[in-house]
């Protein structure tokens, strides 16, 4: 593209050669006649009416790489440097790019920020003449047509949709801009159900608009809340690749307004527009799960939990500590939990209790210790029990959880318990990006559980649950009605520590899968458990400072196990004992 193409192509009716000889000096970031947007772009408007995007540039920049950053045409690198009088770059130096030149993001980005008070009314767009941040005293129509319907001799459908009788505006003044002229990012679009995403497509395929707010990131905000990604190194690698599809050079530093767009692939499905396949899928699903409670409802416990198995699997043990973070690790603080819910559940229900695993060495009494000890002691209570005394053992253990738990659950059922009234709980301290804060569950997705599950390997042999039945296979009805009590029991717990001020993860509390990686699966305790009803907790994520801290305390790990019971109470449909009677209780 030549320079005098590209006048053509703006429309702007100053001379080029005016502007050539009429260069603009250097301005600082946040002053008068400039509007930062980050530390890398910054706004200016020229004449009173030319808007440009100034572009901080890189050590490692070129006017190709410039160009291909910044404007729809990744060619258009000699006309920029064309445009800034092909000026010798150089690293930190700010350079000007005409607004036409700018990729939609960015042109849409500069206007609604330039502009805050335009709106959209309808399918038009709303724009309020000369009423910029900075100051455009010479606005009319024909720039008002270029800035947002790229061209300017659009002027005249704008006057007649205003019913006026020349281009020339005054302060403050509507002018309607019909939607049928506006460029893609000023049209309305389809949105999500709470309306924080818009949907469009372009060159790289269907996806979702997120406007970063002030003081959002794009790992916490973007790729937390959307995507479900909660591993670190999960969320800074889809972080990456956002960045990458965005063009976005420093992920830490993107201005509040830019419209970021996600594929369709990363987003979850309730963040997918309402006729996506798997958005369709994902909701026959849950009215699956919905409908299968409404026909089948649980039967509420009289009171204390009465005829209640609660099967408590605290995680890891033995060699395997777990998570290790803020100076605590996982199992022996969530063990402490798992003691105090028992003692809970012994001295405040009638329920009966059962421990997956138990610790020979300190036994089962809450400590008040600080720090405790990892005595990498914790034997899973299987015949005979079984303890993790070297690498590759942990995932034997898990796997003989669930065997031990599918024994417990078989003869309850043999003596006649309600299948319904059998409950497993697995409790753990998870390690989750440090942005997020909170209780997380994790219940058994019915999707996720189709194939058939056992390990007959000599190591496996030698125990009394596995040679009972060494394979399981679940019916569909039967994984449908394990996630809806499941999500059930989730549900309770997360209103549960929600009412004790415990914090709670903010997006997607509760999960039908975990996401790590490229694909999606299901931990083993949950995925060949055969109680219906099975919850995986993480209390708290110990990559974040306050997290670690209360898993630390002794009083609020005594008050994560309330927690848990009060959830319990809740999904039976009991209510809480009196504040006086529960505080007799406490250990």
């Known amino acids: 593209m030549t320079l005098q193409s590209l006048a053509i192509a703006l429309a702007v009716p100053v001379a080029l050669a005016s502007l050539a000889a009429t260069p603009t000096p250097p301005v600082a970031p946040g002053s008068a006649d400039s509007l930062s947007l980050s530390s890398e772009f910054r706004v200016r408007v020229l004449r009173g009416r030319d808007i440009e995007l100034e572009v901080r540039v890189a050590a490692t920049d070129d006017w190709s790489r410039i160009a291909a950053r910044v404007t729809n045409d990744p060619t258009s690198g000699a006309a920029l440097a064309a445009w800034n009088e092909k000026r010798r770059l150089a690293a930190d130096d700010w350079v000007r790019v005409p607004i036409g030149l700018l990729s939609e993001p960015l042109r849409s980005l ?10 959209l009314d309808g399918q038009d767009w709303i ?15 024909w720039p008002i047509a270029l800035w947002f319907t790229g061209q300017g001799d659009h002027f005249t459908e704008l006057m007649r949709s205003n019913g006026l009788q020349a281009p020339e505006l005054g302060v403050g003044q509507s002018v309607r801009i019909p939607g049928r002229l506006l460029l893609p990012g000023f049209r309305r679009r389809a949105t999500s159900d709470d309306g924080a995403l818009e949907y469009a497509a372009d060159g790289h395929g269907a996806h979702a608009i997120y406007r970063l707010r002030d003081r959002e990131a794009l790992y916490s905000a973007v790729v937390v809340r959307f995507t479900g990604r909660t591993l670190a190194e999960d969320v800074l690698g889809v972080a990456k690749t956002i960045a990458e599809r965005n063009r976005i050079r420093d992920p830490r530093d993107i ?49 204390g939990l009465d005829d209640v198995i609660v099967i408590i699997d605290p995680g890891h043990g033995g060699r395997d500590l777990g998570t290790m973070n803020h100076g605590i690790w996982e199992h022996d603080y969530v063990y402490d939990v798992a003691c105090r819910l028992r003692h809970l559940l012994e001295t405040e229900s009638a329920a009966r209790v059962v421990l997956t695993l138990v610790d020979d060495e300190t036994g089962c009494q809450p400590s008040d210790r600080t720090p405790l000890v990892a005595n990498r002691q914790g034997s899973i209570q299987t ?18 959880r669930w065997y031990l738990a599918n024994s ?38 019915a999707a996720y559980r189709s194939r058939t599950y056992g390990e007959d390997g000599a190591m496996y042999r030698r125990f009394g649950e596995v040679r009972e039945r060494t394979w399981v296979k679940f019916s569909p009805a039967e994984r449908v009605r394990s996630e809806a009590v499941s ?39 949950l995925k060949g458990n055969q109680v219906p009803t099975k919850v995986l907790i993480e ?15 002794a009083n609020d790990r005594e008050r994560l196990a309330r927690g848990v019971l009060e959830g319990l109470r809740r999904h039976f449909g009991e209510p809480p004992p009196r504040p006086s009677a529960a505080r007799r209780a406490a250990p």
Do not use: C
């Open 487 to 525: 999500r059930r029991l989730a549900e309770s717990v997360v209103s549960a520590f929600r009412d004790l001020g415990l914090p709670v993860q903010p997006f997607q509390p509760i999960r039908d899968r975990v996401i790590r990686g490229k694909s999606p699966w299901l931990p083993a305790v």
């Open 110 to 119: 500069v206007l609604r920020r330039l502009f805050p008070e335009d709106r």
């Open 408 to 445: 417990i659950y078989r003869k309850a059922v043999r003596d006649s318990v309600d299948r319904d009234r059998v409950v497993f709980v697995s409790l753990h301290a998870d390690a989750r990006h440090a942005s997020l804060r909170g209780l997380m569950v994790y219940v058994p997705g």
């Open 127 to 141: 724009h309020i003449s000369r009423s910029g941040v900075l100051p455009t005293y010479d606005e009319g129509l």
């Open 539 to 553: 209390m708290t994520n110990m990559s974040n400072a306050e997290d670690a801290a209360l898993l630390a305390s």
């Open 383 to 400: 015949s005979p029990p079984f303890l993790a005394r070297k690498d590759g053992d942990a995932n034997v253990g898990v796997n003989l």
């Open 255 to 303: 201005p509040v307004g830019f419209p970021v767009a996600i594929p369709f692939d990363l987003l979850e499905p309730e963040f997918l527009p309402t006729d996506h396949p798997r958005r369709r899928e994902a909701e026959a699903a849950r009215k699956a799960v919905q409908r299968e409670l409404e026909q089948h409802p649980l039967d509420a416990t009289r009171t």
